[in-house]
């Protein structure tokens, strides 16, 4: 695969790899689609954690303009 690449993608190639053999020594059973499920739950979470930030920022926000 990687002879037939341009040169300019080789490195990428190779990183490539050596992340998705990573990936499946730290999870034998998922792999690459396993790492990708954690960061992508990660993300879920702190999106969720944002909003509730939100939230409470604009509760804030009403509170002191009651009382302004």
Request: aromatic fraction near 6%.
């Amino acid at each position: 695969m990687m002879r037939h690449a341009p040169e300019e993608k080789k490195q990428m190639l190779a990183t490539s790899i050596i992340m998705e053999s990573n990936a499946w020594t730290n999870d034998p059973v998922s792999g690459g689609f396993g790492m990708v499920q954690k960061i992508m739950w990660k993300i879920m979470l702190h999106k969720a954690y944002l909003h509730e930030l939100e939230e409470k920022i604009k509760e804030e926000k009403e509170k002191v303009e009651l009382h302004l």
